[in-house]
């Protein structure tokens, strides 16, 4: 994907406005939705995969995304989280697809008739489990809610998955580290965010560790 077409605020209208904690690309996801547009096409819009400035917030692809969606910076800014605004994905931690979400959490948007997103605290890699319902976080197609309704829209929809067993079978010590990370992702506070880089780092050393080579 380039930059070769005009910016132009192609995104813009139809209005759709982002939830409060969404995350960008859950927003970009709506907006395909709205404009009958595929994620390719909206991705060719903005330059990059539409996950991409999630964990990947580089400034020419935020002020790309302002352009096309009328938004400002500051706005996009506030869809990632402040993780990647400070530096991008460690290297060797790739963007997944799709996100993994709450199913409870789902269940409440759809039960408030707000639209089903995926939170921007959910996106950080450490984001195991839900901090306000006590469960783990699973593979958006294990959550058994779409968040657009829209089967066009590339693996966002299709929430037909059987639940995973060791996701199901976590143990109680399991879900307390995961709520421990879970406090750290959602503070805001430049301690709690720099003891979660070190969280982040620790577990990729011990992942490279334990990798085949």
Known sequence: MGFEAPIAPTLALPLVEPVPGEVLSSWLVR???RQLLSLHEVGWEIGVSIHEPDRNPDRVVLAHVAA???????????????????????????????????RSCLEEDAAME??????????????????????????????????VGDPTNEGWTHASEPLDLNIARMQPEELRLGE??????????????DLLRVWTLEVLDVVDALAPR
């Open 31 to 33: 907006i395909a939705h």
């Open 68 to 102: 096309r969606t009328g938004r400002s910076i500051a706005d996009l800014e506030g869809m990632v989280h402040p993780a990647f605004l400070r530096s991008a994905a460690p290297a060797g931690m790739p963007v997944p697809l799709p996100w993994t979400v709450c």
């Open 114 to 147: 707000r639209p089903p997103h995926v939170r921007v605290n959910w996106t950080h890699p450490l984001a195991t489990c839900c901090p306000t319902h006590r469960e783990p976080l699973v593979p958006h197609g294990q959550a058994g809610v779409d968040l």
């Open 180 to 193: 421990a990370a879970a406090a750290l992702i959602g503070s805001r506070s430049p301690a709690a965010q």
